[in-house]
């Protein structure tokens, strides 16, 4: 292709579907064969692209899909998605017709929404499919513990509601200190007992997100929800290193322009960098509006040519200057490795760690209007995409 006629920007997420995969045979080897797995694909795949990701995951012995809302499963159903999918969070009472129409199981946590759900499906002459809920110490949404046994009784009783599972969810289970995790199982599996005295027994009780598929196989129960993991990164840094995961995702971009400043020349938005030398600064289209966090200014870096170049000065909303004047035979169009790519010091976790935040809000920052690109050979069975045309042409760039 004539590149004067190239007008995609240079910066694209590159997810590698075959990562996706293996994370989750690796989670199937860590958990065996009796325990189902649901990976979270809410956020968009955490920002790597939902219905690839999903495609990718079930492909390698997903069993269901966990999402955050109507709309993220009716996205999935759109894209021929057949397997089971729970809406992971509360739903709005006028949604119930679309939860059931789609055959998406609802996220209950009172008995009102449940009547809601049993009145449509009644309408309807099916059932609705439901997980309950229960509160054991996250504080977020579901039925507080002391009344989890009566609810799902109460609930048994609706003959349009068919009673698919009962969770939990940790928020400290990636934490060395182990007590208040230990308490919220403990408490959760004295609700399974009481309901099993009842001849209540639901298909699924669950409660493991990453951190406790790793660090509590107590807690692996009938599934298990990993999230992070999946993608190729540990939930924390106090979490065990004992499976094998592959980051999926690499930010890229490229140099688009180059100049040369004598020292005592300030660079970008507060002129907070100072130059001390000559100093070769190269352009690079991303920025904060991209997910590029602000926060990298003046102390994250990138890898160009194989070696770190400084981000100086404050990242802007389309683009960040970096310092190459260290790297040899550098030119405008060179590759710049914004995460992970093999090099250590930009895996998601330093950078997380610089930021002062999590894995999960570095990846799912990265925004709508940076193209995702799929490689790995799960690609040719999951994604034939306009991102995967866009990946050429910036590969020629």
């Not at 990718?56 to 057949?82: C, F, K, P």
């Not at 119930?96 to 008995?111: P, W």
């Not at 929404?113 to 229960?134: F, Q, T």
């Not at 890898?303 to 909303?317: F, H, K, L, N």
Request: net charge negative; with cysteine; aromatic share 6%.
């Amino acid at each position: 292709m004539d590149k004067s006629l190239r007008i995609h920007r240079p910066t694209y997420a590159e997810i590698d579907l075959d990562a996706i995969a293996h994370n989750i045979r690796a989670i199937r080897r860590f958990v065996g064969p009796g325990v189902k797995i649901m990976p979270a694909v809410k956020a968009d795949g955490y920002g790597h692209g939902a219905v690839k990701v999903s495609q990718a995951a079930l492909s390698a012995g997903a069993d269901m899909l966990g999402v955050a809302s109507v709309e993220e499963a009716v996205e999935l159903r759109d894209h021929g998605i057949e397997a089971p999918i729970l809406i992971l969070g509360c739903s709005t009472p006028d949604s119930s017709a679309e939860i059931i129409a789609r055959k998406i199981s609802a996220t209950v946590c009172d008995l009102a929404s449940a009547c809601d759900l049993a009145a449509e499906a009644a309408k309807r002459e099916i059932k609705a499919h439901i997980h309950i809920k229960v509160d054991t110490g996250m504080g977020r949404i579901g039925c507080q513990a002391d009344d989890a046994v009566d609810l799902v009784t109460a609930l048994t009783g609706l003959p349009s509601l068919d009673l698919d599972g009962i969770f939990t969810h940790f928020p400290s289970a990636d934490e060395r200190d182990r007590r208040f995790t230990e308490e919220q199982i403990r408490i959760f599996k004295g609700i399974l007992s009481k309901l099993n005295e009842r001849g209540i027994v639901p298909a699924f009780a669950h409660a493991a997100n990453s951190g406790a598929v790793i660090e509590y196989p107590n807690a692996h129960l009938d599934l298990v929800r990993p999230g992070i993991a999946m993608y190729g990164w540990y939930p924390s840094a106090e979490v065990t290193r004992c499976l094998d995961l592959k980051p999926a995702l690499t930010f890229r971009t490229r140099i688009i322009f180059m100049k040369d400043l004598p020292p005592n020349k300030t660079i970008s938005y507060g002129r907070t960098f100072i130059t001390k030398r000559t100093t070769k600064v190269a352009t690079i289209p991303v920025g904060y509006a991209d997910g590029y966090e602000r926060g990298l200014s003046n102390c994250g870096e990138v890898a160009v040519r194989g070696q770190s170049a400084p981000i100086i000065g404050r990242v802007c909303m389309d683009q960040t200057l970096i310092d190459v004047t260290d790297v040899p035979g550098v030119e405008v169009g060179d590759e710049v490795v914004l995460l992970d790519g093999g090099y250590d010091f930009l895996s998601v976790e330093k950078v997380a760690e610089m930021l002062g935040t999590i894995p999960h809000d570095v990846i799912t920052s990265i925004g709508k209007r940076v193209p995702r690109v799929y490689v790995g050979k799960s690609t040719e069975e999951v994604c034939a995409s306009v991102s995967n045309r866009d990946a050429k042409e910036i590969a020629d760039f």
